[in-house]
């Protein structure tokens, strides 16, 4: 389990967390939403450990991340078990498909010998449809086939608990529903735990178990997917009136609901 408490985060005058709280269970596909540049990715920052709030904490199995120094977040088994798709893909330019999926296996798992480093680098490329891909660079790659080997990067490592930042920004909709389907996989196959950043409803209706709605440095409102489409809280009406998806897709999911 993930637990956030009273997390404030500052960059010079702007407030982006403001006390916000959180948990997330195990095994869970745990959603949240909200509109663009309000801080939704600066929380992922905090609960993988890439920055350090100002207050606050994070504990991750009952271990408060955020008390330790980076010499043993690195080194902590709870963050190791942690992986993060980056929105831009944050692949390597100067190194072939095969070469990103492996580098962490080679970094961090010496013991491997390079047959078993390929047999899971191509076990990765599988699942996500990359087979034949291997020795293209990455800029030969579509957008949503870059997203594809930066997933495929995080499964070779097999990680419990995966963070998303934003993975369907950008792509047509046929590449984002097919980037879903790759999330639900993912968490079936490796029984991890998820945390989706999105603005993006109808991703996030497809991958939720939960939705959290993040608003002025706080979680507004957090509930079951079902549960959350149907609030009148007025926070996520004017959310939902404003979003980017077809009404008629919002106007069957109010009346009959989606489980």
């Not at 097919?178 to 735990?193: F, G, V």
């Not at 991958?207 to 957090?222: C, M, P, Q, S, W």
Request: no cysteine; glycine share 8%; proline share 3%.
């Amino acid at each position: 389990m993930i637990r956030v408490r009273d997390i404030w985060k500052r960059y010079g005058r702007l407030g982006v967390l403001k006390g916000l709280d959180l948990d997330i269970f195990d095994g869970e596909t745990l959603v949240i939403l909200g509109r663009s540049g309000v801080g939704k990715s600066v929380l992922l920052r905090q609960i993988i450990g890439l920055e350090t709030p100002d207050r606050g904490y994070v504990e991750v199995d009952d271990k408060r991340i955020t008390d330790m120094n980076e010499r043993q977040r690195l080194r902590d088994p709870s963050i190791k078990r942690m992986g993060m798709l980056f929105q831009s893909s944050a692949l390597f330019d100067s190194l072939n498909v095969g070469d990103n999926i492996s580098f962490y296996l080679r970094q961090h798992e010496p013991t491997l010998d390079e047959s078993e480093v390929n047999d899971r680098v191509a076990d990765a490329l599988k699942m996500v449809g990359l087979e034949d891909t291997q020795g293209k660079m990455p800029s030969e790659l579509s957008g949503g086939m870059r997203k594809r080997a930066a997933l495929a990067r995080l499964i070779v490592y097999r990680p419990q608990i995966i963070l998303y930042d934003e993975p369907t920004t950008g792509l047509d909709p046929i590449t984002a529903a097919q980037i879903n389907e790759l999330i639900n996989r993912t968490k079936e196959e490796l029984k991890a735990t998820s945390i989706v950043v999105t603005h993006d409803i109808r991703s996030a209706l497809e991958v939720g178990d939960r939705l959290a709605f993040h608003h002025d440095g706080k979680i507004a409102y957090v509930a079951p997917k079902n549960e959350f489409m149907h609030s009148n809280n007025p926070i996520l009406l004017d959310f939902f009136n404003n979003a980017i998806i077809e009404d008629n897709y919002y106007q069957i999911i109010r009346k009959n609901g989606k489980s």
